[in-house]
């Protein structure tokens, strides 16, 4: 089935800790998408990439990076430079700009 | 800059009911506007998609509304039942685009 996968669901962080949220889609998608989800609150836009080897800032970049060198593949590092990563992240995918938005089932990120 | 407001911020109803939900959106000057659904702990689903030049969308018992000059869409829930209960958020694209801006949602309960 045609999708977005993410791995892990549950990641438990150190503090000083970089970890790395995986994020595939077979949908062969264009753009791709990285929300950070506090709870009761709305989604933050953090990274989005249009196009492979290509990325922007969303509105909360800072203590985050990502990678594009795939058109499936839009991995998310939450770096120690991240004071309160504590989270619920969501991939997403679109097949060009503002076509419909597809969403993976998310990752729960935890300092412990 | 594109702000996304949705009324209420909750809301529960008995089964059986007929409900609105509402999505606000400053500039009206917009591509599209999507409903989705959240369950607790999980990703968004896409419930509806309106274009620019539609009014109407209708999948099953629900129907989104657009009206553009009045940066107002609604989304009906017709017979509404338990298994509706969820957060239902609506997005549109941001001014370039690029990405998505989405609301806060509306958390549906829906009481047998």
């Known amino acids: 089935d045609g999708g977005i996968t993410q791995s892990p669901k549950y990641l438990f962080r150190k503090e000083g800790q970089n970890v790395t949220l995986s994020c595939e889609q077979n949908?062969?998608?264009?753009?791709m998408y990285w929300y950070r989800q506090d709870p009761g609150q709305g989604l933050r836009l953090i990274y989005y990439?249009?196009?492979?080897?290509?990325?922007q800032k969303g509105d909360i970049a800072e203590g985050y990076s990502v990678s594009r060198e795939k058109k499936e593949s839009f991995p998310l590092t939450v770096t120690s430079a991240q004071k309160n990563p504590t989270a619920f992240y969501l991939c997403?995918?679109?097949?060009?700009?503002?076509?419909?938005?597809?969403f993976g089932e998310g990752s729960w990120l935890t300092v412990v | 800059k594109q702000e996304v407001t949705q009324i209420p911020a909750a809301l529960s109803v008995p089964e059986g009911e007929n409900l609105v939900l509402n999505c606000s959106f400053t500039d009206s000057a917009i591509y599209n506007l999507q409903w989705f659904r959240q369950d607790p702990g999980k990703g968004l689903t896409s419930l509806l998609l309106?274009?620019?030049?539609?009014r109407e969308q209708t999948s099953g018992r629900l129907n989104a509304s657009l009206d553009k000059s009045s940066g107002r869409s609604t989304l009906y829930i017709a017979a509404s039942q338990p298994g509706d209960s969820a957060t239902y958020l609506c997005?549109?694209?941001?001014?370039?685009?690029?990405?998505?801006?989405f609301g806060p949602g509306t958390r549906l309960s829906v009481l047998p």
């Open positions: 990439s249009q196009i492979v080897n290509d990325f």
């Open positions: 309106i274009q620019s030049s539609q």
């Open positions: 949908l062969n998608h264009d753009a």
């Open positions: 997005a549109v694209p941001d001014n370039y685009g690029q990405n998505f801006v």
């Open positions: 997403a995918s679109s097949i060009a700009k503002r076509n419909t938005i597809y």
